[in-house]
C-alpha cells in the first residue's frame, strides 16, 4: 500500500505557467511534511517543510499547503523557469522520526 | 558545515564482493538515515538510526545488508555478498528532530552502486 501518492508523476509546461504539483498521505499522524527537489544524478535539496501545526510556508516562487484532515499538501510554483525543470518529492515525518517518501513528479519547464 | 558526506560517490563491483558505503552526518543531528533509490522502486526507506541506535531496519531487504553507527559521526552500510540487484543509489540523510527543531532532513549526495 502507498502511503504517499504524487500525482501527476510527470509535467511539461511551457516557462512562464503557474503549475501545482499534488501530494497525498494516508497517515494523519504526522511532524512534518516537507518539498524536495531532486536534479538527474544528484541527491535531494530540501525545498520547503510545512510543521504539522502550520498550514503553508513559502519561498520565493514557491509556496506549499498542507491540510491534514484530508491528508492532502501542495506545492505551487509561480511563473515557472527552465531551471525549475527537476524531480519533486513530498514525503512526510512521522512522529517516529520515521520519513515517507512520494514516488515523485518529473517536471520539465519547456522555454 | 559541510553537510552529509558520502563515500564512494561511485562503487562498481563484481557479483559477490562485499560493499561498505560510508557516511558523516552533520555535526549535531541525532537522526540517521539509509535510503536506497532505484527507477522502478523510487526512494525506499532501509533503516534509521536515532543516538546512534537503529530504530526501524524492516526496510533491509535481506540479511546480506548490515548497518552501523557506532558513534555519533559515522555509520556505515554493508552489503555482503552483493548482487546485481543491489545496484541504485544509495542516500544518507540527518536531522535534529526535537519540539525546539524543525525536523528537517538533509541529504548527502549519494552513493551510486553498481554490481556486475
Known amino acids: 500500500k502507498q502511503e504517499v501518492t504524487q500525482i501527476p508523476a510527470a509535467l511539461s509546461v511551457p516557462e512562464g505557467e503557474n503549475l501545482v504539483l499534488n501530494c497525498s498521505f494516508t497517515d494523519s499522524a504526522i511532524y512534518n511534511l516537507q518539498w524536495f527537489r531532486q536534479d538527474p544524478g544528484k541527491g535531494l535539496t530540501s525545498l520547503l517543510l510545512i510543521q504539522s501545526s502550520q498550514r503553508e510556508q513559502t519561498s520565493g516562487r514557491l509556496n506549499a499547503s498542507l491540510d491534514k484532515s484530508s491528508g492532502r499538501s501542495t506545492l505551487y510554483i509561480a511563473a515557472s523557469q527552465p531551471g525549475d525543470s527537476a524531480t519533486y518529492l513530498c514525503?512526510?515525518?512521522?512522529?517516529?522520526?520515521?520519513?515517507?517518501f512520494g514516488q515523485g513528479t518529473t517536471l520539465q519547464v519547456k522555454p | 558545515d559541510a553537510g552529509v558526506i558520502q563515500s564512494p560517490r561511485h562503487e562498481v563491483t563484481e557479483m559477490g564482493q562485499e560493499v561498505t558505503l560510508r557516511c558523516k552526518p552533520i555535526s549535531g543531528h541525532d537522526y540517521l538515515f539509509w535510503y536506497r533509490q532505484t527507477m522502478m522502486r523510487g526512494l525506499e526507506l532501509l533503516i534509521y538510526?536515532?543516538?546512534?541506535?537503529?530504530?526501524?531496519d524492516s526496510g533491509m531487504p535481506e540479511d546480506r545488508f548490515s548497518a552501523k553507527m557506532p558513534n555519533a559521526s559515522f555509520s556505515t552500510l554493508k552489503i555482503q555478498p552483493s548482487e546485481p540487484r543491489d545496484s541504485a543509489v544509495y542516500f544518507c540523510?540527518?536531522?535534529?528532530?526535537?519540539?525546539?527543531?524543525?525536523?528537517?532532513?538533509?541529504f548527502g549526495e549519494g552513493s551510486r552502486l553498481t554490481v556486475l
Open positions: 538510526f536515532n543516538n546512534n541506535v537503529p530504530i526501524d
Open positions: 540523510a540527518s536531522s535534529l528532530t526535537g519540539t525546539a527543531n524543525t525536523g528537517e532532513l538533509f
Open positions: 514525503a512526510f515525518l512521522r512522529d517516529t522520526g520515521k520519513l515517507i
